[in-house]
């Protein structure tokens, strides 16, 4: 009865009453009637959803020295594009990068920062605006870009799907502001196959939004995380994951793995991507497991014989919890409110 999913969920409402900013990424459209019912925002993107944004968007928030825009966006763009066209050697990722600057260019957007910002008079600071959601390129002009170099033809056709078929919503503008500080990605209508791109998506622009102000506290949900860092993802798109637990917290901000199985958690690199998240979590709070997984969880954490025992007789509701150096068996209380809005 009270799980993983309802253990996010009360931390989600009870963060919401202390006003912290959350971004959740939803894969199974749990968190959906939560979110409408503490007044959140919920961002739907499939192929029914009229709500779209641009993978290739450069925001003004997006550096963490607030230079080196496009070095920035191309670094986590290839993440994205190899979900896409799987590995490629290094000759392919050059000619790659050198098609992305290529698309950037055309739109007048080069390394240099001050393409990025337009001044309209002469009263506004010397940086100027910066450029809207409607002068960045989209993955139709990649794929335009790829379309004429032979030796790119390939990576073409594998983008066609985002651009004239299936995946075609991934090819729009951004058409949405998000101002709330409680914001659910709905992927779910992706499908099985697709969820990876819609993770990857928000994700990227989550981590944008949690870089904006370092005073406000906010945290990420990432649900279903071996999506990103298992064996169906790459080394680049773990990386990036990695990177965000890793730094996260000089911005104020929390991060939050979610997984159902601990296996795919290290199916990458030898478990070298969930090992690294692990242990850069403060607390790890663990529901009871099967004993493989136990097994596999004691290789990278310090189990004790006596806490193998304990996990794999938890009852629901109740939880083994590190908290650092401490580890404390516990039950999850609840107000009969926050049950009935959970539930």
């Known amino acids: 009865m009270h799980g ?9 409402m009870r963060n919401r009453l202390l006003n912290n900013e959350q971004y959740v990424i939803d894969i199974e459209r749990e968190y959906e009637k939560m979110a409408k019912y503490l007044d959140g ?23 963490e020295d607030g230079v080196g825009y496009l070095a920035t966006k191309i670094n986590k763009l290839m993440g994205f594009f190899y979900l896409i066209f799987g590995e490629i050697d290094e000759e392919e990722k050059s000619i790659l990068e050198e098609k ?7 739109k007048g957007i080069t390394f240099e920062d001050k393409s990025l910002f337009k001044n309209e008079t002469e009263k506004i600071n010397i940086k100027g605006i910066f450029k809207s959601s409607n002068e960045m390129p989209i993955l ?13 033809k390939k990576m073409q ?22 101002n709330n500080k409680l914001i659910v990605a709905d992927i779910y209508e992706l499908g099985e196959d697709n969820l990876k791109y819609g993770m990857y998506l928000f994700t990227d622009l989550f981590w944008d939004k949690m870089k904006k102000n370092r005073q406000n506290k906010k945290i990420i949900y990432l649900d279903e995380i071996w ?34 199985d601990i296996s795919d958690l290290f199916s990458l690199e030898n478990g070298t991507y969930g090992r690294s998240i692990l242990n850069n979590s403060s607390n790890k709070v663990f529901f009871s497991l099967e004993e493989e997984n136990i ?7 310090n189990l004790s014989e ?38």
């Open 295 to 301: 097994q596999l969880l004691s290789k990278y954490s």
């Open 306 to 343: 006596k806490e193998k025992i304990e996990i794999k007789s938890l009852k629901r509701g109740e939880c083994l919890i590190f908290a650092g150096a401490e580890h404390f068996l516990t039950k999850i209380d609840f107000a009969e409110e926050e049950k009935k809005i959970i539930e």
């Open 157 to 178: 056709k594998k983008l066609q799907p985002f651009v004239t078929g299936s995946l075609k919503f991934f090819n729009n503008y951004t058409n949405i502001e998000i």
């Open 227 to 260: 999506r990103l860092i298992g064996v169906t993802s790459n080394k680049d798109v773990a990386s990036f994951i990695y990177k965000i637990f890793k730094t996260i917290r000089k911005y104020g901000g929390s991060s939050v793995a979610i997984t159902q």
């Open 4 to 12: 993983k999913s309802f253990f996010i969920k009360l931390q989600i």
């Open 41 to 63: 925002s919920v961002i739907k993107i499939g192929p029914n959803s009229e709500t779209y944004i641009n993978i290739l968007d450069i925001r003004e928030d997006s550096c």
């Open 140 to 152: 139709e002009d990649l794929y335009d870009v790829l379309g004429k170099d032979i030796k790119t």
């Open 100 to 106: 992305i600057i290529k698309c950037y260019k055309n």
